[in-house]
């Protein structure tokens, strides 16, 4: 039900967009959120946002470089990764969880993910 893509190779400094395709019951009334697992490490929350796309959160890692942003007309969720680093590279992972008024950053919190998509930064 959600299908992530847009992963890739790309240069410290450079930029990648990911995108986050929802269907059934994951496109509507749901919280979207982006997490990433780098190898040997715990998933990591990255960017959530609401149902309505006005309320967004994110890690501190990636505050002021990435945007999350979703089309709920195409039911798509999308995180514009800028100024990326090495640190960034991991398997980045869609999620969505019915939207009760609140932004989760917890990946426990979410009912549903995606396959993940791979993101490498060189230096």
């Known amino acids: 039900q959600l299908q992530a893509s847009g992963g890739g190779l790309v240069q410290a400094g450079g930029s990648l967009s990911l995108s986050c395709a929802a269907s059934?019951?994951?496109?509507?009334?749901?919280?979207m959120g982006w997490f990433r697992q780098a190898p040997g490490k715990e998933r990591d929350f990255v960017a959530c946002?609401?149902?309505?796309?006005?309320?967004?959160y994110y890690a501190d890692s990636v505050k002021g470089r990435f945007t999350i942003s979703r089309d709920n007309a195409k039911n798509t969720v999308s995180l514009q990764m800028d100024s990326l680093k090495p640190e960034d590279t991991a398997v980045y992972y869609c999620?969505?969880?019915?939207?009760?008024?609140?932004?989760?950053?917890?990946?426990?919190?979410?009912?549903?993910w995606g396959q993940g998509t791979l993101v490498t930064v060189s230096s």
């Open positions: 946002i609401s149902w309505s796309g006005g309320r967004t």
């Open positions: 059934g019951r994951t496109s509507s009334n749901h919280v």
């Open positions: 999620a969505a969880r019915e939207y009760t008024g609140y932004l989760y950053t917890r990946a426990r919190d979410y009912s549903y």
